[in-house]
């Protein structure tokens, strides 16, 4: 399995910008599909986006325009910038990795939306 270090979540206000990291421990080219979900409190987790190796990206409806994710091969880091966040924003963020038939899931990180 690949483990997934995810970073860069915290508290941020309205309108705000924060840069999520998740750090494979392999070559992430090897990795079809990369991807970021997140859970909020008392709903079930949800994709926010992801991409494939061969550089299709695909975003849920409420993200787009505001996030963006991609990979740097050379670090093995995928990152997610979340920009003109809002509360609602506000959830666990965990990110996914589809290799070979095989999941992994990093241990998530919180993203705090609040003024």
């Known amino acids: 399995q690949v483990q997934l270090v995810e970073s860069g979540g915290g508290l941020v206000q309205p309108g705000g910008s924060l840069r999520l990291s998740c750090a494979a421990s392999?070559?992430?080219?090897?990795?079809?599909?990369m991807g970021w979900y997140r859970q909020a409190p008392g709903k079930q987790r949800e994709l926010v986006a992801d991409?494939?190796?061969?550089?299709?990206?695909n975003y849920a409806e409420f993200v787009k325009g505001r996030f963006t994710i991609s990979r740097d091969s050379a670090k093995n880091t995928v990152f997610l910038q979340m920009n003109s966040l809002k509360p609602e924003d506000t959830a666990i963020y965990y990110c996914?990795?589809?290799?070979?038939?095989?999941?992994?899931w990093g241990q998530g990180t919180q993203v705090t939306v609040s003024s």
């Open positions: 996914k990795a589809d290799r070979w038939g095989s999941v992994s």
């Open positions: 991409s494939t190796n061969g550089g299709s990206t």
């Open positions: 392999t070559n992430i080219f090897t990795i079809y599909r």
